[in-house]
């Protein structure tokens, strides 16, 4: 049952799809954000995807240990319909390789039990800013972007180099790199640029990490291009450089 509120002052997240099946810490998380000015909503994980099909939601928090239900089953159905942020929490210590498996499959972020409803929350709010930087971003930036020297231009698909020397991008890359240049130093999961780069173009390489090294060869033939993506190993690939907006 949704709980409504009168308002949603600055620290409030919008409306979140909380997807729990103990009733009593399903009640205690909505208690928390209806309390936190949030719109909240509670579910099982039989209704998730009923629920991802209706109104939208700006946020999705997903306990990964649903009893008898898979949560990593339902983050994939999720994430096969929708790019709402997803954060994951479990009870107890976590192996680095569970969280590092969840990342990639597509949740934003994953916290460890105890489950801290403070952390949840911050992290929750620092997801958000970073969503809405990008639509910032991407809104100011019709004409293109201009990053350490370089500029992409959007109506022509053109990359120049410092100092006006043209780099050819296929399809692909210049979808990969828009993906990067919409979120400067977030990294990114390899599933997340999978559906960012799908095109028409090299429909039989679906190897990301491919598509990273070429469109790194392209920009390292520049010394300012060195460094420009980062790596993070197990996780994604992230930009590492200040975009700004071409207009």
């Known amino acids: 049952m949704e709980h409504p509120i009168s308002s949603a002052g600055p620290a409030g997240i919008g409306r979140v799809l909380v997807v729990e099946e103990d009733l009593g810490r399903r009640g ?34 997903l306990n990964v240990r ?19 942020p997803v954060i994951l929490y479990a009870d107890g210590p976590q192996a680095d390789v569970d969280r590092i498996i969840w990342l990639e499959l597509g949740a934003d972020d994953v916290l460890s039990g105890p489950l801290n409803l403070d952390l949840l929350l911050a992290r929750a709010r620092a997801i958000l800013r970073r969503q809405e930087l990008g639509r910032s971003v991407i809104a100011s930036s019709r004409g293109g972007y201009a990053f350490r020297g370089w500029e992409l231009r959007n109506a022509t698909r053109e990359l120049k180099a410092p100092g006006g020397a043209d780099v050819s991008l296929t399809k692909r890359e210049y979808a990969l790199l828009v993906a990067l240049l919409v979120a400067p130093g977030r990294t990114l999961s390899r599933v997340h640029l999978m559906r960012a780069t799908r095109t028409q173009e090299d429909v039989y390489d679906r190897s990301i990490d491919v598509q990273i090294l070429r469109l790194r060869r392209r920009l390292e033939s520049h010394p300012s291009g060195r460094g420009l993506i980062r790596t993070e190993r197990g996780v994604g690939y992230a930009l590492d450089a200040r975009v700004e907006p071409l207009f």
């Not at 936190?36 to 700006?58: D, K, T």
């Not at 983050?75 to 709402?84: C, F, K, T």
């Open 28 to 61: 205690a998380i909505l208690s928390y954000l209806v309390d936190r000015q949030c719109s909240p909503m509670g579910c099982g994980a039989s209704e998730v995807l009923r629920h991802i099909r209706g109104p939208s939601f700006g946020l999705i928090t």
């Open 66 to 84: 649903l009893g008898s239900v898979d949560g990593v089953e339902i983050l994939r159905q999720i994430r096969a319909r929708s790019d709402v």
